[in-house]
């Protein structure tokens, strides 16, 4: 059973910053795809950032230069260092993770961003 379990969410004001946190349930080098989404309230679920295996990260354009994703490998864990947060940047933030073609979750973790 993969567990994805996300931390480090909160309330933080505009120009500030968070890190988040994902740890996995077993090796981090059993996946083959890493990275984070976000759903605001009324939206769809939107990609922030990641990538597979042996290839570049991506990010979405709204969060590129603020955002970095990266990976401890030796604590199986992946994170999501946020910079310059604005408001719109407020919703609930999911870890993602691929291993073959199945799929996982993190069961999320809410970032507010108060102007």
């Known amino acids: 059973q993969v567990q994805l379990v996300e931390s480090g969410g909160g309330p933080v004001q505009a120009g500030g910053s968070l890190r988040l946190s994902c740890a996995t349930s077993g090796s981090i080098f059993s996946f083959n795809f890493m990275g984070w989404y976000r759903q605001a309230p009324g939206k769809q679920r939107d990609f922030v950032a990641g990538g597979f295996s042996g290839e570049s990260t991506n990010y979405a354009d709204s969060v590129k230069g603020r955002f970095t994703i990266s990976r401890d490998n030796g604590r199986n864990t992946v994170y999501l260092q946020m910079n310059s947060l604005k408001p719109e940047d407020t919703a609930v933030y999911y870890c993602?993770?691929?291993?073959?073609?199945?799929?996982?979750w993190g069961q999320g973790t809410q970032v507010t961003v108060s102007s």
């Open positions: 993602r993770a691929l291993r073959g073609g199945t799929g996982y």
